[in-house]
């Protein structure tokens, strides 16, 4: 099977594993897969944060580590159902380095790596709410997907279509990408390379730069939100 061939199936992939209700794709994939040499590939899904730095809290007191957990399983059944052999990385949650999770990743030798994580807003898009006697954040100015590459991956172009074949598929049952991490503001101000499609540049991320293979983190939605 072609590169190509397998970031759009992969983008077809992580269709299904995100969207509930959407089926996997195409019957008769599994044996295309299986048959690749060397057998079927594997596609890393990496869990973002871990259960000590947990990310973003969610505007009902969630970390987002548990958000990323859930979907980042969801997304590997659905590799799994299609014949590919998706490694999932830090599913217990453990504290890793960066470097460390890099090589973790390295040691598996994807052939695609997917980093999964939920949005948030900067500090001054927060206003406050009470939920179940807590005082906690949210903000429902932003929603939406983002995807991010890093252009100092050694794969950057393929990193590129892999990011636009999710997109693709993402938008093409109705979900609409997050342009504002594009704002020129700071902690944002990035690259925008498709607002069609949610794909901006994050060239520093140490996950997506130091991974061998093509990689992309997706923002799955803004768990901020109050819905």
């Given amino acids: ?24 794709p195409a019957p008769g994939i599994s044996p295309k897969l299986a048959s690749c040499p060397g057998g079927p590939p594997a596609v890393a899904v990496d869990i973002g944060h871990d259960l000590t730095a947990k990310g973003a809290q969610s505007a009902r007191g969630r970390g987002e580590f548990h958000f990323n957990r859930e ?8 590799l799994a159902r299609a014949g590919a052999r998706p490694v999932l990385i830090n599913a217990e949650g453990d504290r890793l380095s960066l470097k460390a999770r890099v090589e973790q990743i390295n040691r598996t030798n994807p052939a695609l790596l997917l980093s999964v994580h939920h949005d ?11 939920v179940n006697g807590q005082t906690l954040d949210y903000s429902d100015r932003f929603s939406g997907f983002s995807l991010f590459v890093s252009r100092r991956n050694p794969q950057a172009s ?14 093409s049952k109705g979900l609409r990408p997050s342009l504002h991490h594009a704002e020129p503001i700071k902690g944002e101000n990035r690259p925008l390379l498709d607002s069609t499609l949610g794909v901006y540049a994050f060239d520093g991320l140490a996950v997506l730069r130091g991974t061998r293979a093509p990689a992309v983190l997706l923002e799955a939605g803004c768990d901020q939100a109050s819905q």
């Fill in 158 to 171: 393929a990193s590129e279509q892999f990011a636009r074949a999710i997109g693709e598929q993402l938008t």
């Fill in 120 to 130: 948030s807003v900067q500090p001054h898009f927060l206003q406050t709410w009470e």
């Fill in 1 to 24: 099977m072609t590169r190509r061939r397998l970031i759009g199936l992969a983008g077809l992939i992580v269709l299904a594993g995100t969207v509930p209700g959407i089926a996997t």
């Fill in 71 to 78: 979907l980042a399983h969801s997304i590997a059944a659905a």
